[in-house]
T-cell receptor, first 110, second 112 residues
Framework: EDQVTQSPEALRLQEGESSSLNCSYT??????LFWYRQDPGKGPEFLFT???AGEEKEKERLKATLTKKESFLHITAPKPEDSATYLC???????????FGQGTELSVKP | NAGVTQTPKFQVLKTGQSMTLQCAQD?????MYWYRQDPGMGLRLIYY???????DKGEVPNGYNVSRLNKREFSLRLESAAPSQTSVYFC???????????FGPGTRLTVT
């Protein structure tokens, strides 16, 4: 069964304190892994798609990486405006539906 | 370019009432989706439409029906609402099924 597990559930950082969020997955034939950001009361906002192990994508203070079993979202020198819930989802070749993890709630204090 | 829009933003229903959630996208996307989001359960797919004229069940379809009205619009209907359907509902669209999905702002539904 396709499954996605994100850790930690919640992460509190001081402004400027870099860290990483983890997304572990099991899927029968990975078509793509997606990262989203969700602010309270809003819909998820697309960040990145990763397709193959070794691939990396960057956007401002965020960098996503992918291995055969997990993905990391690295946050460098975070700011309070980076506070949000970060969601990871995988898509298999078979079926094509997105399977979402529970999310990591990130809080960055000034 | 509004992206994905949903109406209404909030709704309160009594058990047994019916309602339709509306969704529209202006990105010329082929595929559209309905999800529900519940605390501790994450986002779960209710129904999807891979292309205009087709609809398929997702993970949690019971109690819901959908209509792909045209390429832009995809509606979700609750025929007889139950308290278990209290949730936040998101519509999403993508160029095709293998591409990233773009989400609307959500509808907060409470069934009493």
């Amino acid at each position: 069964e396709d499954q996605v597990t994100q850790s930690p559930e919640a992460l509190r950082l001081q402004e400027g304190e870099s860290s990483s969020l983890n997304c572990s997955y099991t899927v029968s034939g990975l078509r793509g892994l997606f990262w989203y950001r969700q602010d309270p009361g809003k819909g998820p906002e697309f960040l990145f798609t990763l397709y193959s192990a070794g691939e990396e994508k960057e956007k401002e203070r965020l960098k996503a990486t992918l291995t055969k079993k997990e993905s990391f979202l690295h946050i460098t020198a975070p700011k309070p405006e980076d506070s949000a819930t970060y969601l990871c989802a995988v898509q298999a070749y078979q079926g094509g539906k997105l399977i979402f993890g529970q999310g990591t709630e990130l809080s960055v204090k000034p | 370019n509004a992206g994905v829009t949903q109406t209404p933003k909030f709704q309160v229903l009594k058990t047994g009432q019916s309602m339709t959630l509306q969704c529209a996208q202006d990105m010329n996307h082929n595929s559209m989706y309905w999800y529900r989001q519940d605390p501790g359960m994450g986002l779960r797919l209710i129904y999807y439409s891979a292309s205009e004229g087709t609809t398929d069940k997702g993970e949690v379809p019971n109690g819901y029906n959908v209509s792909r009205l045209n390429k832009r619009e995809f509606s979700l209907r609750l025929e007889s609402a139950a308290p278990s359907q209290t949730s936040v509902y998101f519509c999403a669209s993508s160029r095709d099924r293998e591409y990233e999905q773009y989400f609307g702002p959500g509808t907060r539904l409470t069934v009493t």
